[in-house]
């Protein structure tokens, strides 16, 4: 059988002059960036070099928006309407979408960040506020969602093709949730053991949850954290393990 899956990153997640993240140096081994948009992280100069980075790299632009939060990194659950979510949606993907567009560029996906990305996983309001949020900017554009959720159903049902994401350093739930990083295991630093759960789950589509048992999962992308320590070591270390287990790795819609 022939597996393949996209590489994305969170990127573009400094802020004046405090820097997050080791954008430059994972850029050459992910395919999709998914760059934050100024309301968790980012500002109007970062949006643009991260962009021209990525361009630089060949990899895919996705828009990265979070909650109006950049004290708590866009992490902390905060309260917000629907409505809400659809226009801080639209503005952040609006702005990126501009910024690309001033380089001769197009976005290629959208990815909720942080809290934002976690609530809309569950509740389907939100989530299909932020899918239609989306396809009002551009139909066009990739939903990355997290697999099996209810906003990858919500992308689908607002007319959007949706990539079904997995995470190389999370440990998951019973109900295909990822463990809370304020819980005890939440992420994955033996990176033995992460590059086990990712070949498990891109060639068997399963993860072990955090109770012990399998649950099936169909990813399509798969997520790394250029902010974690030793992201760039882990980044060569995944891609070798995944050519060496037959696995091309490219470009959702690639």
């Known amino acids: 059988m022939a597996w393949t899956i996209d590489l994305n990153c969170d990127m573009g997640e400094s802020f004046g002059a405090w820097t997050m993240g080791h954008d430059a140096e994972v850029l050459p081994h992910v395919t999709s960036a998914n760059i934050a948009c100024g309301f968790h992280a980012g500002d109007p100069a970062i949006m643009r070099t991260t962009v021209a980075a990525a361009l630089k790299h060949g ?77 009002d900017v551009d139909p066009s554009l990739i939903l990355y969602a997290l697999a099996a959720s209810v906003q990858v159903e919500a992308g689908r049902a607002a007319g959007l093709a949706v990539a079904q994401e997995v995470f190389a350093d999370r440990s998951y739930q019973q109900d ?32 072990k949850t955090m109770q012990g048992d399998d649950i099936e999962v169909n990813p399509d992308t798969l997520c790394i954290h250029g902010d974690q320590p030793g992201a760039v070591d882990f980044a060569r270390t995944l891609r070798r393990a995944l050519a060496e287990a037959g696995v091309e790795v490219k470009t959702v819609g690639g």
């Open 59 to 135: 990899v895919a632009l996705g828009a990265h928006p979070g909650l109006a939060d950049l004290a708590g990194f866009g992490r902390r659950n905060l309260s917000l309407r629907p409505d809400e979510a659809y226009d801080i949606v639209v503005v952040q993907v609006g702005a990126l979408a501009a910024v690309a567009a001033s380089q001769g560029a197009r976005l290629h996906h959208v990815k909720a960040h942080g809290a934002l990305y976690n609530m809309a996983a569950k509740d389907k309001a939100l989530a299909a506020a932020i899918a239609q949020a989306v396809h």
């Open 176 to 207: 295909g949730s990822l463990t809370p990083r304020t819980q005890p295991g939440a992420m994955i630093e033996d990176v033995d053991e992460s590059v086990r759960q990712v070949l498990r789950m891109v060639t068997e589509g399963r993860v």
